[in-house]
């Protein structure tokens, strides 16, 4: 019975230290699924220069966060009523600091509105930015995110320490 | 189609004040008046619709026009750059919006244009049996002359075309028609829904000479159709087509039989190429035809 007990809050203060965690790998994989979106739009813009709407579908079916595929799937909504990208595109996302969504928003927003040779540029350039958080979020998931976990094991075995 | 395009403000006008199965024109200058020309005449537009006052009138402002281009480019200006860079953008059905601005140019190459300064949104219509009264003096027992349509722009030779193939359908002239619809206005690109009849085989969007050759080879045509011959290559591919022996039902600019002799590009045409030239002008309004004049530029018909 003991042993259930102390194998049970172990397991859920390591759960609570993973979810704490998850916030920092959530930010790193969106961070970094927003590179290779990022990338391979601009290729799609200069090559085959097909329509914004059926660029971000084609290129949110490859996106392994979540979170961006979210945001994707509200900007073609948003496309398809034709009115201009607002903050709406963000809701549902809750991993991003405001200078960050002020950033996607931006990108977002500024999608469509230029030649290709332009376009190209003007996703170079926040292609830059995003890098920049990128390098970040992974610095912060490195430092916290295995940090949150191993608190989590360590808590669950000192209260189970605790409570024996 | 057209209202999707337009800002909220301005489709909510024309859809509950302006009846849009008259509307042929609507002219968007940067701080200008916004003018709207229904059956040929202008207005002014207000908030309650129509108006001769220019007090009354809206002002369009920047933000409109960019608006009405990035709704018309799908958000995709990428992706409507070639046609922006002819000046225009078109949309499903024909519509096509001329655009003025700032050319960007590079090593004598237009770029695009930016800082978009006027809009000129031009609305198709379909107006049956509008050539009819030239139907028996075009068409002879060996199939159709060689027949150029000229107005001054806005006057209705792109109507003209449309109706003469919807007529040759109509009259059961089971002929081969390719038409090379350079701005997607003949046949008003994918699911239009403008008639040109049975027999027509569309190439949308490409160059008359790509066209020409195009159709040439794989659809053996026995009239080729086109719209505003505006150069000399595409004066070449009329008498590449007479070449090979297809009829050319054609269109260009021109205010009179005297203004199209003395134009370059007609010039470079041969002498008699052209059996028929039909002359349309906006004396009583777009669509009024003036005559229609033989190889000889003798008179054939008047009105």
């Known amino acids: 019975m003991v042993v259930i007990l102390v194998l049970c809050v172990i397991f859920c203060f390591s759960l609570l230290g993973y979810k704490l965690a998850s916030y920092y790998i959530s930010r790193k994989k969106f961070f970094s699924s927003l590179q290779i979106f990022m990338s391979s739009f601009k290729l799609d813009v200069s090559f085959s220069q097909d329509k914004l709407k059926n660029v971000i579908e084609k290129n949110s079916a490859n996106v392994s966060s979540p979170d961006l595929t979210s945001i994707c799937s509200n900007v073609c909504s948003i496309l398809d009523n034709k009115k201009p990208i607002d903050n709406s595109i963000l809701d549902n996302v809750k991993i991003l600091k405001n200078e960050e969504k002020d950033l996607i928003i931006k990108f977002f927003s500024s999608l469509g509105k230029y030649d290709s040779t332009n376009q190209a540029k003007e996703i170079d350039s926040y292609l830059a930015k995003i890098n920049e958080m990128y390098i970040n979020a992974n610095d912060e998931c490195k430092k916290y995110a295995g940090l949150f976990i191993k608190l989590g094991v360590i808590v669950g075995v000192l209260v189970c320490l605790l409570i024996i | ?269 041969p002498h008699n190429f052209f059996e028929r030239y039909i002359v349309l002008s906006k004396r009583d309004g777009p669509g009024t035809f003036e005559g229609i004049y033989n190889e000889k530029f003798a008179r054939i018909v008047k009105w």
């Not at chain 2, 190459?109 to 003096?137: A, E, G, M, Y």
């Open chain 2, 1 to 269: 189609m057209l209202l999707d395009i337009l800002t909220d403000n301005l489709a909510n006008i024309f859809r509950q004040r302006v009846s849009l199965k008259d509307l042929t024109e609507i002219r968007i200058r940067r701080k200008k008046p916004i003018v709207v020309f229904v059956k040929g005449q202008p207005y002014y537009l207000s908030n309650n619709g129509l108006c001769c006052d220019i007090d009354d009138a809206l002002i369009a402002s920047q933000d409109m026009i960019n608006e009405i281009v990035y709704k018309a480019s799908d958000f995709s200006i990428y992706a409507v750059n070639e046609q922006i860079k002819q000046g225009y953008i078109m949309l499903e059905n024909g519509v096509r919006i001329g655009i003025c601005g700032n050319v960007v140019t590079e090593n004598k190459s237009i770029k695009t244009i930016v800082s978009w300064s006027s809009l000129n949104i031009r609305i198709p219509h379909q107006i049956k049996n509008f050539s009819l009264c030239c139907f028996d003096d075009i068409i002879n027992e060996n199939g159709i002359y060689n027949t150029l349509v000229i107005s001054p722009p806005g006057a209705g030779k792109t109507t003209f075309i449309r109706d003469f193939l919807y007529q040759i359908s109509n009259h059961n002239y089971c002929l081969n028609i390719s038409v090379i619809d350079e701005r997607g206005e003949i046949a008003g690109g994918d699911n239009s829904t403008l008639d040109i009849g049975n027999f027509c085989d569309v190439m949308s969007y490409s160059t008359k000479p790509d066209g020409f050759l195009k159709c040439l080879r794989s659809m053996n045509p026995n009239l080729i159709v086109t719209d505003e011959i505006g150069s000399v290559e595409d004066a070449n591919c009329l008498i590449d087509a007479m070449n090979c022996g297809v009829k050319v039902l054609a269109s260009m600019h021109a205010s009179s039989i005297e203004d199209l002799k003395s134009k370059k590009i007609f010039q470079n045409i």
